[in-house]
């Protein structure tokens, strides 16, 4: 299995609501990586998971909650957002060490929140 | 931190012709060196990467290549189909105060002319 799955695949979702995202991978990895993306832009990172410790947070608000409950599964806990939050959310996993840097990302979803 | 930047924004070339985006980078201790292509409505997808010890690289039509000393790395399309017409944006691989962090490029959106 080559491949970063996340769902959903959309979400829509009020500013006092609670929902998470879901990502998984079965290659193997031992980094996973939460990015934003708005439109027309690059994606932003969020958050680094290795072996299934936080490594890097990029100064993102609380409402944003990660969480890694194996080396498969990385979620993004989402509470009380507001409408400049609505973007692409982008999961990515890579071996990260030596040789072997390739990030390989699954195919977001799209967040939108009213 | 490490900051990239991407030239051009905005390229169109005709079909048949090349085509060339450039990045430069400003850590010196960057190590691995991606470049994505984004479809519209779909994810980032790796295309080619090379790392700090090489200074060429080459697949089927793409090109990639790294001036270590400039700190610049470029890629090269070569005989553009319209399948190409995508973002492509560049990214680095931060140091060692860094590691699992890439930086990515602002984008080049590529058209290719029929």
């Known amino acids: ?114 | 931190g490490e900051n990239v930047e991407q030239h051009p924004s905005t390229l169109s070339v005709q079909e048949g012709d090349s085509a060339v985006i450039k990045c430069t980078y400003s850590d010196s201790a960057s190590n691995y060196f991606p470049w994505y292509k984004q479809e519209l409505g779909k994810r980032p997808q790796l295309i080619i990467d090379i790392r700090s010890n090489v200074g060429e690289k080459k697949d089927q039509r793409i090109a990639v290549t790294l001036n270590k000393t400039a700190k610049h790395f470029s890629l090269h399309i070569t005989e553009t189909q319209p399948e190409d017409s995508a973002v492509y944006f560049c990214a680095a691989r931060g140091g060692y105060s860094s590691a699992s962090k890439i930086i990515f490029g602002s984008g080049t959106r590529l058209s290719i002319r029929p």
Not at chain 1, 75 to 103: F, K, T, V
Request: glycine share 4%; with cysteine.
């Open chain 1, 1 to 114: 299995d080559t491949e970063v799955t996340q769902t959903p695949k959309h979400l829509v979702m009020g500013m006092t609501n609670k929902k998470s995202l879901k990502c998984e991978q079965h290659m193997g990895h031992r980094a996973m990586y939460w990015y934003k993306q708005k439109a027309k832009k690059p994606p932003e990172l969020m958050f680094v998971y290795s072996y299934e410790k936080l490594s890097i947070n990029e100064s993102v608000p609380s409402r944003f909650s990660p969480e890694c409950p194996n080396s498969s599964l990385l979620n993004l806990h989402l509470h009380a957002l507001q409408p400049e939050d609505s973007a692409l959310y982008l999961c990515a996993s890579s071996q990260d060490y030596p040789g072997h840097y390739e990030q390989y990302f699954g195919p977001g979803t799209r967040l939108t929140v009213t």
